[in-house]
Nanobody
Framework: QVLLVESGGGLVQPGGSLRLNCGASGSTFSLYSMAWYRQAPGKQRELVAA?????????NLTDSMKGRFTISRDNAKRTVYLEMNNLKPEDTAVYYC???????????????WGKGTLVTVSS
C-alpha cells in the first residue's frame, strides 16, 4: 500500500492559479495509476482527473474544468500534480489524491487516500 500526502492548497482569488502536489511513499508508485478527486462542502467526492503509470491520461473533467486543470506525474519523484488555472469559486473543495488502477479506460480508486488539501477560491 502506498502512503499519500497532498500539499499546495490555499486561499486564492478568482482567476488565480495553484499547483497541487501529492507525494507518495514506497517503491511501487510507478505501478499505480493516480488520480485527483475533490469534495466540495455538502457534495459527494468526485473524480477530477486520472493518469496511468505511463501518463496516458484518463480524465473525468467536466466542461467547466476542461482547459483549466492538468494532471501530470513524475515517477522519479513519486509525485503527481494537479495544475489549476483560472480558478473559480465553484472549485472550492478539499482535493484528494488516490492510487488505483485504470481498466478499459475507467479509473478504479484504490484504498490509498491522502488526507486532502483545501482549496478556497474567494475574493
Amino acid at each position: 500500500q502506498v502512503l499519500l500526502v497532498e500539499s499546495g492548497g490555499g486561499l486564492v482569488q478568482p482567476g488565480g492559479s495553484l499547483r497541487l502536489n501529492c507525494g507518495a511513499s514506497g517503491s511501487t508508485f510507478s505501478l499505480y495509476s493516480m488520480a485527483w478527486y475533490r469534495q466540495a462542502p455538502g457534495k459527494q467526492r468526485e473524480l477530477v482527473a486520472a493518469l496511468s503509470s505511463s501518463s496516458e491520461s484518463v480524465t473525468n473533467l467536466t466542461d467547466s474544468m476542461k482547459g483549466r486543470f492538468t494532471i501530470s506525474r513524475d515517477n522519479a519523484k513519486r509525485t503527481v500534480y494537479l495544475e489549476m488555472n483560472n480558478l473559480k469559486p465553484e472549485d472550492t473543495a478539499v482535493y484528494y489524491c488516490n492510487a488505483g488502477v485504470i481498466k478499459s479506460g475507467t479509473y478504479y480508486a484504490g484504498n490509498s487516500w491522502g488526507k486532502g488539501t483545501l482549496v478556497t477560491v474567494s475574493s
